[in-house]
């Protein structure tokens, strides 16, 4: 269980903050995306070497992102932005394969179809959600370094942010009503149970993981709206600490259940 929760947690967190760094200009230089870069690969690298991944399907197309984001960083040190570019969208479409085949593989061959499709959904927002989130703070704290650098890249990946948070609460509410009504014994007691006793982790889940964040999210997007940019990146760190109490909770329900909560 523990490597499978790590595969999940670090390769998430590195294809997100890839499609998360791509919305940075190059104006926040050289160093941000060779940092970046080499973050995405050391995490997408721990992932994939001391996690467990089930599928071939999954697995080789999270190691052509590695591959490709490690070309990222050659090219982000040989100075040839424009190519690094398209590079750094290979390096993210092939990670948002790899994840969307995991979720879709790993669901139960009897369950509905549904499930299989809630979950390619799961891996895909849980990534821009992590991504948007910490390497967001990351671009925060580059306002010190570039003062010069405009507020634009810091707005895009809050939008990104609300828009995951959006995404994965709309997904939440989806499988507890679809679950509910399920005619599969196993998925109607398990979101049964998530209103009782044994149901604690989901609400944990549920308190850092979405609550939490929707509320950071507004406060953030207030304060970037008044260029406030310590601020913002202030309130991330508060965010990074519940988006990963609420990621890492929400990914042991993930694998335990099966369901994409």
């Avoid at 994965?168 to 014994?185: D, H, M």
């Amino acid at each position: 269980m523990f490597k499978t929760l790590i595969f999940l947690l670090f390769s998430q967190l590195a294809i997100g903050g890839i499609w998360s760094v791509s919305l940075v200009p190059d104006l926040a230089g050289k160093r941000f995306f060779r940092f970046c870069g080499l973050a995405c690969v050391l995490l997408l690298a721990i992932g994939l070497f001391t996690g467990e991944p089930h599928h071939s399907l999954s697995l080789w197309g999270l190691i052509a992102s590695l591959g490709l984001s490690c070309v990222f960083v050659g090219l982000i040190v040989c100075e040839r932005p424009r190519q690094a570019r398209r590079v750094l969208l290979a390096s993210g479409l092939s990670g948002a394969f790899g994840l969307g085949a995991y979720g879709f593989l790993s669901a139960p061959d009897a369950w509905p179809h549904w499930v299989a499709y809630a979950s390619i959904v799961y891996q895909l927002s849980s990534a821009l959600f992590l991504g948007s989130v910490i390497f967001g703070m990351i671009l925060g704290h580059w306002y010190l370094i570039v003062p010069t650098l405009p507020i634009a890249p810091l707005r895009k990946l809050t939008q990104l942010m609300i828009i995951a948070t959006g995404i994965k609460a709309l997904l939440l509410g989806l499988v507890i009503v679809l679950g509910a009504t399920s005619t599969v014994p196993e998925i109607a007691d398990t979101v049964e149970g998530f209103a009782k006793l044994q149901g604690l982790f989901f609400w944990a889940r549920s308190l850092f993981g979405l609550v939490g964040p929707i509320v950071i999210c507004y406060m953030i997007w207030e304060t970037v709206k008044l260029n406030a940019t310590q601020s913002a990146t202030g309130l991330l760190y508060v965010a990074t600490v519940l988006v990963l109490i609420g990621e890492t909770v929400s990914r042991y329900i993930y694998y335990t259940t099966h369901l994409p909560v």
